[in-house]
């Protein structure tokens, strides 16, 4: 999914969704590093089942990091994306990401300030969540009026993406460096990762 399908979802739905896209990328990264040790599958099974020890998006996030599977920037952004998917999911009144805290959450993250400082810089300087309008941007029932996005909910489709491709890089190298220890050819090094870096990098352009 590009990070425009996931911006013309629901602002509940989008984060529920982007949510769910990460939590399948870690099991994936995890299942990855697990098979390297040649576990059965029945015991990988049990791992993530319903009341496996890595069954929630958390636990995942957790063992991540703690493998080094993920960086300390791309768990600094799940761990906020897994708050906001909370927040979104058990929240009674219409989640928005015209929300003040939802609004200081997305700012937070490293790969959203990474957008703030590039392609989303014009939209910026008037906006301070903590300022007299502190739900919303100034523009963005304008921006909404001409069919465009809410400034923090684009920004936070596209650090969902970034994340991804910063998942399957790490990836990527490690295979890379398996290998180099292995002392396997090159050619035996799978394109698969490097395919799905080149294609979710195309949906940033």
């Known amino acids: 999914m590009s990070a425009t399908d996931l911006a013309?979802?629901?602002?509940?739905?989008?984060v529920l969704v982007a949510a769910a896209m990460l939590d399948e990328f870690l099991e994936e990264s995890i299942k990855e590093r697990i098979q390297e040790n040649n576990v059965s599958n029945k015991t990988v099974k049990s791992l993530f089942d319903a009341?496996?020890?890595?069954?929630?998006?958390?636990?995942?996030?957790?063992?991540?990091?703690?493998?080094?599977?993920?960086?300390?920037?791309?768990?600094?952004?799940?761990?906020?994306?897994?708050?906001?998917?909370?927040?979104f999911a058990h929240t009674t009144n219409e989640a928005s990401f015209l929300?003040?805290?939802?609004?200081?959450?997305?700012?937070?993250?490293?790969?959203?300030?990474?957008?703030?400082?590039?392609?989303?810089?014009?939209?910026?300087?008037?906006?301070?969540?903590?300022?007299?309008?502190?739900?919303?941007?100034?523009?963005?029932?304008?921006?909404?009026?001409?069919?465009?996005l809410p400034v923090d909910k684009s920004m936070f489709c596209t650090a969902v993406i970034y994340i991804q491709i910063h998942i399957l890089e790490k990836?990527?190298?490690?295979?890379k460096e398996n290998q180099k220890k292995q002392n396997k050819p090159s050619s035996v090094y799978t394109s698969s990762d490097v395919q799905s870096v080149e294609t979710l990098s195309k949906t940033q352009s």
């Not at 957790?62 to 761990?79: K, T, Y």
């Not at 919303?136 to 909404?144: I, S, V």
């Open 8 to 14: 013309n979802e629901s602002d509940r739905g989008c």
């Open 99 to 148: 929300e003040k805290d939802v609004i200081q959450k997305v700012r937070s993250m490293h790969f959203v300030q990474k957008c703030m400082n590039t392609t989303h810089k014009e939209f910026l300087p008037q906006n301070n969540p903590t300022g007299s309008s502190p739900t919303e941007h100034p523009k963005d029932w304008e921006l909404r009026a001409k069919g465009l």
């Open 51 to 87: 009341n496996g020890p890595i069954a929630n998006f958390s636990s995942k996030i957790l063992i991540c990091r703690s493998f080094g599977i993920i960086d300390d920037a791309s768990f600094h952004d799940l761990m906020i994306v897994r708050k906001l998917r909370n927040t």
């Open 171 to 175: 990836r990527a190298m490690h295979l």
